[in-house]
């Protein structure tokens, strides 16, 4: 620790005496300062001992002391060393009165031991104090290295919260607590999540202090990472600001995390370069060789029912000049959920596309619909305030069916579908599911569509403007009943007879038979997308 006035008071060498402000003498000292100045507070920073022999100073008159006195005071000097036997044979009363009122330790200094002796005494315990402190930083380091090498990320942050006397948590990228030390600390580092989100939204490295919630713990936050963007967060809880060794601990602790977490990304880009080869392979209908490549890598995930998930969004391309970039932010999501779950999952980049291969019902899956919804709900809102959304940046996810290994050329092909219908809908995640259970018609609304349906459909409408008939609502009753005469001219308030008059004219003017299903289907279809204009 620090010198302080009661270590300096102990010193054997110095004899040193204290004739006021006893109770302080606990307070560390910066350092050893002579001056005879009336007033030297424009020198001072804090924190010194100013040892004085009251050469310029009238240290007999009351007034005077107690200006002088409450001075230094305000310039946050700790103690006062009095040389007797220079100026004055003893301290003058009017200035021990003064120390005592302003709280202010005043030390007699005999005239055997000189002020350079107290500089040497502080200034050789502050370097013994610089020095254990480096020691004990060393000695933490050592320890922090040590225990990431046998125990990785939970070894480092257990010596860590050891070193500083308090609590550490690790935060994966999406602000989750992935590790504390010691476990209790849960709890409280769960509480941080907000704090952590914010950390991350600013450029890598950053660190923030959170002051005690609850009267519990100063917390200091710090992310981890290389680059601007933050790939994890440490916290440190401690019940009073670090000291030199602790800080040594900290700084060693957040170097050996960031080199873990590029590790771990640098494993994280073969491993995706595997996945890459595995899906190629599923994708060829060859999921024999695909789990014979893959291994043990992704646990039981190619034998049991899996999704394959597709997502696509403009602004990936630009992710390096960006900081938005919602596939990235996806995958990390998914990568996390299924992490936390004790999930396999298979993420791939292709790209302007992002595909995953996740276990049907499980974490991951679930997290990127959480991920979508919330996505759908910011459009929302920013719709609502009637804002550009800038659609051009906009997620889109499509989820094929349940599928296992065989028919993954299925799946992929069932996600693209619905991530194709997702886009058209203006949705941002689309199931398979979705597509079977609901209608045909919402379809119908493609531009495409309507275009054929409308060159089809022209000939007959421009011929029921001439007054001459009403072919369209007699071919719409018609097609309605499935070809019954007799239902469709009652529909129509028209003899059965005048309704086959007007089918023969439909198939005059369009040059097509009735009597073909795929036209028949053709013109209700048409008939459909013109009236959902």
């Not at 919630?213 to 981890?224: A, G, I, T």
């Amino acid at each position: 620790m620090p010198p302080t006035l009661a270590s300096l008071v102990h010193h054997s060498a110095l004899k040193l005496t204290v004739r006021a402000g006893e109770e302080r003498l606990d307070v560390p000292v910066r350092w050893a300062h002579v001056s005879e100045l009336a007033d030297p507070v424009p020198y001072m920073e804090g924190g010194e001992l100013l040892l004085v022999t009251a050469l310029k100073l009238d240290a007999e008159d009351p007034e005077a002391m107690r200006r002088y006195v409450k001075r230094l005071v305000g310039a946050g000097v700790v103690g006062l060393g009095f040389a007797v036997g220079v100026n004055y044979e003893e301290i003058p009363k009017a200035l021990v009165d003064a120390a005592e009122e302003e709280g202010l330790p005043l030390l007699e200094v005999p005239r055997r031991t000189p002020f350079l002796a107290i500089s040497k005494a502080v200034s050789a315990a502050i370097a013994a104090d610089q020095y254990r402190a480096v020691t004990a930083g060393f000695a933490a380091q050592r320890e922090l290295t040590k225990q990431a090498l046998a125990a990785g990320p939970e070894g480092i942050l257990s010596a860590l919260a050891a070193q500083v006397d308090g609590w550490a948590a690790l935060y994966d990228v999406s602000g989750t607590v992935v590790a504390t030390a010691p476990e209790w600390a849960g709890r409280r580092a769960a509480r941080l999540t907000a704090e952590v989100e914010r950390l991350r939204e600013r450029p890598a490295p950053a660190s923030s202090v959170v002051g005690p919630p609850d009267n519990e713990d100063r917390v200091e936050l710090h992310s981890l990472g290389t680059e601007r963007r933050a790939r994890a967060a440490l916290a440190v809880g401690t019940a009073a600001a670090l000291g030199t060794a602790e800080r040594y601990a900290l700084h060693s602790a957040i170097a050996l995390l960031t080199l873990t977490t590029e590790r771990s990304r640098s494993l994280h880009a073969a491993e995706q370069r595997l996945g890459a080869a595995v899906l190629r392979m599923l994708l060829a209908g060859e999921p024999d060789h695909a789990r014979a490549v893959a291994g043990h890598l992704y646990g039981g995930l190619l034998d049991a029912p899996f999704r394959m998930i597709v997502a696509e969004s403009a602004s990936s391309a630009r992710a390096a000049a960006d900081a938005a970039d919602p596939l990235g932010a996806l995958a990390e999501i998914v990568e996390s959920a299924a992490a936390r779950a004790g999930e396999a999952v298979l993420v791939v980049p292709e790209a302007e596309q992002l595909i995953v291969l996740a276990a049907d019902g499980g974490a991951a899956v679930a997290a990127c619909g959480e991920y979508a919804a919330g996505v759908e709900a910011g459009r929302s809102d920013v719709a609502a305030a009637r804002e550009p959304a800038g659609d051009e940046d906009e997620l889109v996810v499509g989820l094929s069916a349940p599928v296992g290994p065989i028919a993954a050329a299925a799946a992929y092909k069932q996600a693209e579908q619905a991530l194709s219908v997702a886009r058209r809908r203006g949705r941002v995640c689309v199931a398979h599911e979705q597509l079977a259970s609901g209608s045909v018609l919402p379809l119908l609304a493609d531009d495409a569509v309507k275009a054929f349906a409308d060159g089809l459909l022209r000939p007959l409408y421009e011929h029921d403007a001439t007054g001459r008939g009403d072919l369209v609502a007699s071919l719409r009753a018609w097609l309605s009943r499935h070809g019954q005469w007799d239902a469709a001219a009652a529909d129509l308030g028209v003899h059965r007879h005048t309704l086959r008059y007007r089918m023969r004219r439909v198939e005059e003017i369009l040059g097509r038979s009735l009597d073909d299903p795929d036209v028949r289907m053709e013109l209700w279809l048409a008939l459909k997308a013109t009236s959902t204009e």
